[in-house]
Nanobody
Framework: HVQLVESGGGSVQAGGSLRLSCAAS????????MAWFRQAPGKEREGAAR????????YYADSAKGRFTISQDNAKNTVYLQMNSLKPEDTAMYYC????????????????????WGQGTQVTVS
């Protein structure tokens, strides 16, 4: 099965930027939809962005549109989340997830807990 390891989190001032990375290893073929989710303390986990690894099609939550960009480097089996114009409300644990599914339909599947998940990387915006 696939393993996911996130990195790139940290503390940043409002208006700053961070780039998160998610490195996939193991049996990486069952990851045709990759996603970034986040969970703030006391709040439900929410999807931020998804990318179909085959087509490169991307999908964003309204809160991420215009500020976040999901991308991939298939040669490195790595997915990135570039986050710009960060706000304090972006403070959360950010998780990478992978699912063998049509990415256009995958949000609810991810939200139900399906897929493979990383351990998360903390982002703090002050």
């Amino acid at each position: 099965h696939v393993q996911l390891v996130e990195s790139g989190g940290g503390s940043v001032q409002a208006g700053g930027s961070l780039r998160l990375s998610c490195a996939a290893s193991g049996y990486t073929y069952n990851r045709n939809c990759m996603a970034w989710f986040r969970q703030a303390p006391g709040k439900e986990r929410e999807g931020a962005a998804r990318i179909a690894t085959g087509s490169g099609n991307t999908y964003y939550a309204d809160s991420a549109k215009g500020r976040f960009t999901i991308s991939q480097d298939n040669a490195k089996n790595t997915v990135y989340l570039q986050m710009n114009s960060l706000k304090p409300e972006d403070t959360a644990m950010y998780y990478c997830a992978a699912l063998h599914s049509d990415c256009n339909l995958a949000l609810q599947l991810f939200e139900s807990g399906l897929g493979t998940w990383g351990q998360g990387t903390q982002v703090t915006v002050s």
